[in-house]
């Protein structure tokens, strides 16, 4: 119990039979379709709104699960764990200053 092993804490969930007959009835709920861009395609996974490792309570909750496609899930769960900014770097500035000054002067003689 007191093992540092918060990332598993979904496979707990996952792996009982209670998840597999919930599972099933979010995917008959959502059509079997991905809640975000409405695929039916790849596979599709049952997203937890508010993560297991912070909202255990809510781990069988109906309301907190959603049908998502695999790309859906995985951009939702990067966002959830911060993005990090976009890193400055000269390259970046120079780029933005000669897109800048084309915009400015389209044609240089
Ligand atoms: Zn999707």
Redesign the pocket.
């Known amino acids: 119990m007191n093992r540092p092993d918060y990332q598993r804490h979904s496979k707990r969930v996952t792996a009982t039979r209670r998840w597999q007959v919930l599972r099933h009835a979010i995917l008959e709920r959502d059509g079997w379709a991905?809640v975000?861009?409405g695929?039916r395609r790849g596979r599709l996974e049952i997203d937890h709104v508010k993560p297991v490792r912070t909202h255990p309570e809510l781990a069988f909750d109906p309301t907190n699960c959603a049908t998502?496609?695999q790309?859906?899930h995985t951009k939702k769960t990067r966002i959830e764990c911060g993005h990090p900014a976009p890193v400055q770097s000269p390259e970046r500035d120079a780029w933005a200053q000669a897109v800048a000054d084309l915009a400015a002067n389209p044609n240089p003689a």
């Open positions: 991905c975000d861009c695929t998502r496609c790309p859906c």
